[in-house]
């Protein structure tokens, strides 16, 4: 049934019609749920045979869905042409609610930015229709239920009734406090992550067709795609700022060229060097500021032009005063999408300090070289023809390396030497010695003056005295074998023993010598004065210790 207010709508239609009018005409009738659909209306009257009105037919054609969806189309063409003007995300973002607001009749359209940490959302401003309040601010998603878990996903959310949604159930409350029974949440991603979200919000439960979906994904991603042009049109201006600023802050050369190699721009510093001169090649190649016997150098920037590859040389560049100064000149291409030359950016850099300093360093270095390969000739005869072993040895009880001396003083050759542990080539009475030196090594310190044993091939022993030095995890050894040293000094020293037994026994033959002469000498006295008949006690024990009386020892 129309009810009546929709019958008092059209009553002056059927009353025309009636009066045998046909009537045409766009309105709005309910279907069967009682909710209002635009219609195309005719009423047409009805006639007997003799042509007198008894009555009308009413034709009503439902035209709800396809004039929704020519609005549609027309909101998706309004909102193109507007966005060609439009280069701020948010105004952006607030022209996408307001197209869809209007044309799906919803109570609140936006758009906002999206923590998914803290899982809130920032909305700056919002599309609202008469009566509803802004959410501009920031709202936590967990207070009106658990369905930011889909968003997370990528999901887009739709709820007809927050009541009857089992994600909105437990904020149904808060939901239709801020006039949002049902609604639809369409999560932006960029780079796999969800950064932002297009939302629509109905105060009263609404069912959600797949054609107003669909439209509001179409808007959705022209909001993306404008706010990603939008943000790379900024950056571009932001870039180009920057890059302006710091090649006139900048000592170097920098300069542009365009695709054919005239060049069109540069910066102070290019300009202070080359002066007036400078202008004269605006617009024309730079070449006639090369040295001239570095026309090499042009020929390689000429062939990169064709070709189209980055470019970098060294040569000199004419000055203000006609000096010429050398330069490291780099250029790259700057291209089109479709890899097209658009033009070419360069940079120049002093480096005539450089060079010069480079050729001395160049005579210098030739000259230690030469010292060096004189000074490695002197050590390789000192390794190869000493007689002092001298060779690397590791904290793990191998030697690393050894000279010819190692052969030729214990008969071992080098794998023989290199391939066991060194322990085993010294005298086992010297091993607690050996691993106390190895042990003060590995602490860093350099031992000198030690001696131990060491055998050779044919089973002798040599006496070697070392000196070590620490370097890591090896350490540098110089032994010389003293052996034939100690034996000379052990010779002299039973030599000394030999010649003092000597003296000692010397002294005493003299010493007994003399006492000898004394007792021969008194004997002989006796003898004369037995013969003469004078012998006393008195006599004989004077005579005797006449004779007795040492004399000098020899010097």
């Known amino acids: ?69 020519e609005a549609r189309r027309i909101a998706v063409a309004e909102f193109g042409d507007r966005l060609r003007d439009l280069d701020d995300t948010a105004a952006i973002a607030y022209m996408a609610a307001e197209i869809l607001g209007t044309t799906l009749g919803v109570s609140r359209a936006g758009y906002g930015t999206i923590d998914a940490v803290a899982e809130t959302i920032l909305i700056e401003r919002d599309w609202n229709a008469p009566g509803i309040r802004s959410l501009a601010g920031t709202l936590h998603f967990r207070d009106y239920g658990s369905y930011i878990e889909d968003l997370e996903r990528g999901e887009t959310v739709i709820c007809s ?27 932006l ?23 107003e979906l669909a439209f509001m994904r179409n808007v959705a991603e022209r909001v993306r795609a404008a706010t990603e042009r939008s943000r790379a049109t900024s950056a571009r201006r932001a870039s180009d700022a920057q890059f302006h600023a710091f090649a006139q802050a900048v000592p170097i050369h920098v300069w542009a060229v365009s695709a054919t190699g005239a060049l069109d721009w540069f910066n ?70 479709d890899g097209t030359i658009l033009r070419w950016v360069g940079t120049s850099t002093d480096i005539d300090d450089q ?44 030697l690393k390396t050894i000279n010819p001396a190692w052969g030729r003083t214990l008969g071992w050759d080098e794998d023989a030497l290199l391939g066991r542990p060194f322990a ?25 003056g030690f001696v131990d044993r060491v055998f050779t091939k044919a089973g002798d022993r040599r006496t070697v ?35 003092a037994v000597g003296q000692l026994t010397g002294g005493l033959a003299y010493d007994f010598n003399n006492l000898l002469t004394g007792i021969s000498g008194s004997l002989e006295l006796l003898q004369v004065h037995m013969a003469q008949g004078r012998i006393t006690q008195t006599s004989i024990a004077t005579s005797t210790r006449r004779r007795a009386r040492p004399s000098v020892p020899p010097p």
């Open 1 to 69: 049934m129309l009810g009546p207010e929709i019958f008092a709508q059209h009553r002056s239609d059927m009353d025309r019609a009636l009066a045998g009018e046909t009537i045409a005409r766009d309105g709005v009738l309910p279907d069967g749920h009682g909710r209002l659909r635009a219609c195309a209306i005719q009423y047409i009257p009805r006639r007997t045979e003799a042509g007198a009105v008894e009555g009308f037919f009413v034709l009503a054609i439902d035209v709800e869905e396809r004039r929704a969806a």
């Open 161 to 187: 009734d927050a009541d009857a949604d089992s994600r909105t159930a437990s904020g149904a409350e808060a939901l239709k406090a801020i006039s949002v029974h049902s609604f639809v949440n369409m999560p």
């Open 189 to 211: 991603t960029e780079h796999g992550g969800f950064v932002a979200l297009l939302y629509l919000n109905h105060a009263t439960a609404r069912s959600w067709s797949p054609e």
């Open 268 to 337: 102070a510093a290019c300009a202070a060097y080359c002066g007036p001169a400078l202008d004269g090649v605006r617009g024309a190649a730079w070449a006639a500021l090369v040295h001239p016997a570095d026309r090499a150098a042009v020929e390689a920037w000429e062939a990169c032009l064709e070709d189209g590859r980055p470019y970098a040389d060294e040569f000199r560049i004419r000055r203000d005063d006609d000096a010429y100064r050398w330069f490291l000149v780099r250029a790259e291409p700057i291209r089109a999408a």
């Open 355 to 398: 060079k010069v300093t480079s050729a001395e360093l160049a005579r210098l270095n030739s000259s230690l070289e030469r010292q060096v390969e004189s000074r490695t000739r002197e050590r390789d005869r000192i390794w190869e023809t000493t007689t002092d072993l001298m060779g690397t040895a590791g904290l793990d009880g191998y």
């Open 424 to 448: 085993a080539l010294i005298d086992p009475a010297d091993h607690a010695e050996t691993a106390e030196v190895v042990r003060r090594l590995a602490r860093g310190e350099t031992v000198t």
């Open 465 to 499: 005295m070392w000196t070590a030095a620490p370097d890591g995890e090896t350490f540098t050894v110089i032994g010389r074998d003293i052996t034939d040293q100690r034996r000379t000094e052990e010779a002299l020293r039973q030599a000394q023993k030999m010649e």
